[in-house]
Every structure is written in structure tokens, then in C-alpha cells.
């Protein structure tokens, strides 16, 4: 008895799982070939020029870099320190004085991240992985909030710490009335709302592509959830946390709408982007200024990236274990 192959519809194409690997195989192929290579060494060295000048203009002196361009630094090479000096620890109004906001940015930065990653994966595993009525409804909410810009959240949370909660005339939650440096708490706090959605998606993803059989396995040696989760799931999901947290970091750190907001413009709740706004506003012809305060703002980022790059790399790629 000959079996007959099932007829393909008309106007539909059948691709076998051979073919497809032959696709994959020949696009990967492409992709490494010595022209790719080639054209993503030009990309590179593109994207990288203006960082480059930027670098090299940092360091040459007033005169050279208001006369001519970086450029002219490898035919009449001239290097200083004195515009780092200036920018940092410069006392006058003039100077950049980008020391203490430097500090402020980090004690804005590091907090900003760590909370977010922290509630974002306590609330992702349970809505992973805790059966509880609603939780569907819960997640479809989060995800929905990404879409609300920031912008319309910045006026009622500004009002919800200036005046607190009232309903019905009845004060449900008093006015937080912070001064000064309590005024990070602040930024902590809408730093933290904002990444909420954002990160529990991208959390809950990847702890829900967690093989189930893992899950079971440490419930029945009589684990309980704490433990599960800070033993089981947090080792797998590191790429994912990197990835976030760099996400968060940069966005953090390179902020300035929501830090000029909540922590205000002076110079002890500030963070180094309100200065450098303020320095290409006001002075803008103190180019040997700009320049080193530009590149002392980028600095960190650029460690911090480049030094969790594998994790952010493997995050986006794979994600951890997949069932």
C-alpha cells in the first residue's frame, strides 16, 4: 500500500525543519562573513569618533581647543590636566564645581537601582509562580502602566509628597515635608515607581520560562517559597538582572527631568546632569569646561556597562534556563 502525502493548500509554502536550518545556517554565515566584519568595524569606529574627540578635547588647553579642532592635536600635540581641575574642585561659580555632584549622583544612582531590581523580582516571582486569584488580571495591569508616560506621573506624585493623600476631606497620608538632603528619598521613590513596570515584565519572563520540574523538585525536598527564591530562581536569573539593572542605571544616571524635579537645582541634592544643563546653558563658550565635565559624566557609565556587558549580553540572548 503506497501512502500518499498530505496535498500543500494552494498559495501556502511548507518550509521542513531541514530548511529551516539551512535558512539559519546561511543567515548566521552572512552575518560573520568578512564583509559583515568589515562593515561593523566602520559602524564602530563611527559611533566611536565623536567620544574620541571628545576625549581628546578634554585635554588640551583653552587657546587650542577655541582655535581649531581635536584633530589638530596630532600635528601640534598640547595636554592639560587644568580642565579637570577646574571642573572638579573650581570654587568660583564660573568652574564647574562637578565634584560634590558628581557624589550626588551616585547616592541618587545606586539606590534607584537596587530597589527597583529588588521589588521587581520579589513581585515577578509571584506573579510567576504563586497561584493566587487575580494574578493574571494583576500582571495584564502592570504591563499596561508601561504605556502611561512619565510626564503625567511626575505633577500628582509631586503633590502626593508636597501634600499627601486626602479623600473626602479626611487626611489619609500626611505631607513627607523633606528639606535638604531628605529630598533624595524622594528621587528613590519615583525612581523606583517608574522602573516597576518595566522590570517586572522583563523579570516575569524569565522566571516564567523556568523549567517547572525545578520549581516542583525543591517543593517537594520542602522548600519553602523565601527559599526557593533566593536559592533556585535568583542564581538562574542573573543575566536578566544585569541587563536590567544596566538598563536602570543608565536611565538613572543620565537623568534629568525627575532628579530636577524631586531633588531641586542646588548644589547638595543636585545631580551632575542639573550642572552640566547649567554649564551649556549659561556658559556656553567655556568649551574646555564642557568637554571635561561631559566626559567625567559618561565615565561610569561606560565602566559599568563595559564591565557588565557578558551578563547584559547573555540577558538578551538567552535569559536563563529555558524549559
Known amino acids: ?8 493548500a494552494s498559495g501556502e509554502t511548507e518550509v521542513a525543519p531541514s530548511d529551516q536550518g539551512g535558512v539559519a545556517k546561511r543567515v548566521g554565515k552572512k552575518l560573520t562573513s568578512r564583509t559583515a566584519t568589515v562593515v561593523s568595524i566602520v559602524i564602530a569606529l563611527v559611533w566611536t569618533i565623536p567620544t574620541f574627540g571628545l576625549f581628546i578635547s578634554s585635554f588640551r588647553p583653552e587657546n587650542d581647543i577655541k582655535g581649531n579642532g581635536w584633530w589638530n592635536f596630532f600635528t601640534s600635540p598640547s595636554f592639560t590636566l587644568e580642565n579637570y581641575q577646574e571642573v572638579l574642585f573650581g570654587t568660583s561659580n564660573v568652574n564647574g564645581r562637578l565634584a560634590s555632584y558628581f557624589i550626588n549622583s551616585i547616592v541618587i544612582t545606586i539606590p534607584s537601582v537596587l530597589f527597583p531590581v529588588f521589588f521587581c523580582s520579589l513581585a515577578a516571582y509571584a506573579l510567576a509562580w504563586l497561584n493566587f486569584k487575580g494574578r493574571d488580571w494583576i500582571y495584564i495591569g502592570i504591563f499596561a502602566l508601561q504605556i502611561v508616560p512619565l510626564q503625567m506621573a511626575l ?6 509628597f508636597s501634600r499627601g493623600v486626602t479623600i473626602g476631606g479626611v487626611n489619609i497620608m500626611p505631607a513627607w515635608h523633606l528639606e535638604g538632603p531628605d529630598k ?16 517586572i515584565f522583563l523579570l516575569h519572563n524569565f522566571m516564567s520560562e523556568l523549567p517547572r520540574d525545578l520549581i516542583e523538585a525543591a ?22 538582572l544585569a541587563s536590567f539593572a544596566i538598563f536602570q542605571f543608565l536611565w538613572v544616571w543620565n537623568d534629568l527631568l525627575v ?11 543636585a545631580p551632575l546632569t542639573v550642572r552640566l544643563a547649567e554649564m551649556a546653558g549659561t556658559r ?10 561631559a566626559f567625567i559624566s559618561i565615565v561610569v557609565p561606560l565602566i559599568v ?7 547584559f549580553v547573555r540577558g538578551l540572548l538567552a535569559g536563563s534556563v529555558k524549559g
Open 219 to 240: 517543593k517537594v525536598d520542602g522548600a519553602s517559597h523565601p527559599k526557593i527564591f533566593r536559592s533556585v530562581v535568583l542564581p538562574l536569573i542573573v543575566p536578566a
Open 184 to 199: 533624595f528619598i524622594q528621587v528613590w521613590f519615583a525612581h523606583t515607581c517608574f522602573a516597576l513596570p518595566l522590570g
Open 1 to 8: 500500500m503506497t501512502v500518499v502525502p498530505p496535498a500543500v
Open 259 to 269: 532628579a530636577l524635579i524631586f531633588a531641586g537645582g542646588n548644589q547638595r541634592t
Open 155 to 160: 505633577v500628582p506624585l509631586l503633590s502626593f
Open 284 to 293: 556656553g563658550n567655556e568649551w574646555q569646561r564642557l568637554t571635561s565635565g
Open 305 to 311: 556597562f563595559l564591565s557588565l556587558q557578558r551578563y
